[in-house]
């Protein structure tokens, strides 16, 4: 049986929509009829040659993604066909050190679609480590709020609240507003932080200040854009997070931590930016505290679906754009270009 898929057959090269064999279920997965992905900067990296998990061309991107479940493994024990499911982006075995300590995140085994193995950017997906990683979906969340969960707002939750150990009346600088900056102001308000969000686009930090920040910094034209922090926060951020991935933003984020600070590197640095001069002697002089974050396990998704269903959260706020799947290879190509704010959605019919 064929299926539509976004194919690309060499990095950085043409993008199409293509039909392709329709996947069959691994042993301990699934494959899930895909009903919405989004539209992430991580799946351009990939595209781009940028993340060593791609070994095998063709592929198929798309990692935040939410649907049903169509077949299971046999091997598959906790779901079952017609299941709303999504899933981490980061898919733990299950078994190893990190995924029985609570750390699925950093799983050595990790299975991840659209890296690993061929992504959502298609009418179905085979999913590994099924039992351990699909998160059933409350009746009443529509598909594109699901997938929105998939990679930024999970990666932003356990980033703010998880490693940033934010708190009520804490000062909180995020640097970037993407769909992950922008997720990480959204929750770092609902936590009851005090937000300064920074960009160089008026739309995203329109959009962030809609969002709970309660400053904006156009970064254009700031000759420290740290200094300018420090003074707004009088004291310096609590939490300070790159969520851009630059060694700029990465440095300005160390730069504007009060003593004791802690900064959460949560954009990916690759390319030119994978391993920037960081001001070391802040760290050590100040006392700074560098974290890393990657993903969410499933088992932490429960809190963050908890602040959604009361409304403490509103990711559907983060979608500006639903497209369909034959418009997807314009859309990753764009992504690269940071030319639109908030989530783009890939949307399939039912």
């Not at 600070?261 to 002089?285: F, I, K, N, S, T």
């Amino acid at each position: 049986m064929a299926m539509r898929a976004v194919v690309f057959e060499q990095f950085g090269g043409p993008l199409r929509l293509e039909r392709v064999d329709r996947p069959s279920p691994p042993d301990d997965g699934v494959v899930i009829d895909v009903k919405a992905v989004g539209v992430c900067r991580s799946d351009w990296h990939g595209w781009q040659g940028h993340d060593p998990d791609i070994k095998r061309l063709p592929h198929v991107p798309g990692h935040e993604l939410a649907g049903v479940v169509a077949e299971t493994g046999r091997q598959v024990r906790k779901c079952r066909s017609g299941d709303r499911v999504t899933m981490p982006f980061v898919a733990g075995c299950g078994d190893c050190p990190e995924c029985r300590a609570g750390a699925a995140q950093v799983c050595d085994r990790q299975y991840q679609p659209g890296f690993k193995a061929w992504g959502a950017f298609a009418e179905a997906v085979a999913v590994r480590f099924a039992d351990f990683n699909l998160v059933r979906l409350p009746d009443d969340m529509e598909y594109a709020t699901a997938a929105s969960l998939g990679c930024r707002l999970a990666t932003a939750y356990r980033a703010v609240a998880l490693q940033g150990g934010v708190r009520p009346g804490n000062w909180v600088a995020v640097h970037g507003c993407g769909g992950l900056g922008l997720s990480a102001v959204m929750v770092a308000a609902a936590l009851g932080a005090r937000v300064v969000a920074v960009d160089v686009q008026h739309e995203a930090l329109d959009l962030a200040a809609q969002l709970g920040a309660v400053c904006t910094l156009n970064a254009t034209g700031v000759d420290d854009v740290a200094a300018v922090i420090q003074q707004i926060t009088s004291r310096g951020a609590d939490v300070s997070l790159d969520a851009l991935g630059s060694g700029a933003t990465a440095a300005n984020s160390l730069r504007c931590l009060r003593k004791r600070g802690r900064h959460v590197q949560a954009g990916l640095l690759v390319g030119h930016d994978a391993q920037p001069r960081l001001p070391m002697e802040l760290v050590v002089g100040r006392e700074l505290q560098i974290y890393g974050t990657h993903g969410l396990a499933a088992a932490d998704y429960g809190p963050l679906l908890a602040m959604i269903r009361c409304g403490q959260l509103c990711p559907q706020r983060l979608v500006r754009r639903r497209i369909a799947l034959d418009e997807a290879p314009a859309a990753l190509a764009e992504a690269g270009r940071f030319a639109q704010a908030g989530i783009t959605i890939i949307e399939l019919p039912d």
